[in-house]
Antibody, heavy 122, light 108 residues
Framework: QVQLVQSGSELKKPGASVKISCKTS????????MNWVRQAPGQGLEWMGW????????TYAQGFTGRFAVSVDTSVTTAFLQISSLKPEDTAVYYC???????????????WGQGTLVSVSS | DIVLTQSPGTLSLSPGERATLSCRAS???????LVWYQQKPGQAPRLLIY???SRASGVPDRFSGSGSGTDFTLTISRLEPEDFAVYYC?????????FGQGTKVEIK
């Protein structure tokens, strides 16, 4: 059974940093890219970026460069999202998600974490 | 970057009616990487359609996807109570993914 289990909610002050974890199990961690998606309260989904767990190369969407960093620890099949210099507008639910075509089977896979709420307020 | 524009923003329909959701891209998109999601409040998105027209595992056949190039459509043939939700299209190109802004299907 595939599981992506994210760390719990965070309440932070502006200017602080936060690191969210996404612990995976039940599938080959290095086979698919790991994506991060942001959803501000009452808003739509925003793709933030992805990381290739094998090469550890990350690609970021416009608007998510500089303060945002994604990483992986393949020894514990876990992905991380770190956000520095937090702003109130970073308040959102952050999802990790792994999706894409399995090059061996041709099937499309799609796995999501449960989301982590990050609240930024003074 | 490719921009996806979904219309309408909100669709007010009754159970049993047909829903037609549009997703238009600012430039041509590979159909292999055009995806539709459903999201209900407090839940992670659920994959409905991938490759523009292939239903994901467990998705009822009242959901269908079509289109190519810059124009894609998600159709729900007969709305069930559990189908009232927000729907997003998503595409991949030049190493980047983007989502549309979403269409809310609400009960009329």
């Amino acid at each position: 059974q595939v599981q992506l289990v994210q760390s719990g909610s965070e309440l932070k002050k502006p200017g602080a940093s936060v690191k969210i974890s996404c612990k995976t199990s039940g599938y080959s961690f290095t086979r698919y890219a790991m994506n991060w998606v942001r959803q501000a309260p009452g808003q739509g989904l925003e793709w933030m970026g992805w990381i290739n767990p094998k090469s550890e190369k990350a690609t970021y969407a416009q608007g998510f460069t500089g303060r945002f960093a994604v990483s992986v620890d393949t020894s514990v099949t876990t992905a991380f999202l770190q956000i520095s210099s937090l702003k109130p507008e970073d308040t959102a639910v952050y999802y990790c998600a792994s999706w894409g075509y399995d090059i061996l089977t041709g099937y499309y896979v799609d796995y999501w974490g449960q989301g982590t709420l990050v609240s930024v307020s003074s | 970057d490719i921009v996806l524009t979904q219309s309408p923003g909100t669709l007010s329909l009754s159970p049993g009616e047909r829903a037609t959701l549009s997703c238009r891209a600012s430039q041509s998109v590979s159909s292999s990487y055009l995806v539709w999601y459903q999201q209900k409040p407090g839940q992670a998105p659920r994959l409905l359609i991938y490759g523009a027209s292939s239903r994901a595992s467990g998705v009822p056949d009242r959901f269908s996807g079509s289109g190519s190039g810059t124009d894609f459509t998600l159709t729900i043939s007969r709305l069930e109570p559990e189908d009232f939700a927000v729907y997003y299209c998503q595409q991949y190109g030049s190493s980047l993914w983007t989502f549309g802004q979403g269409t809310k299907v609400e009960i009329k």
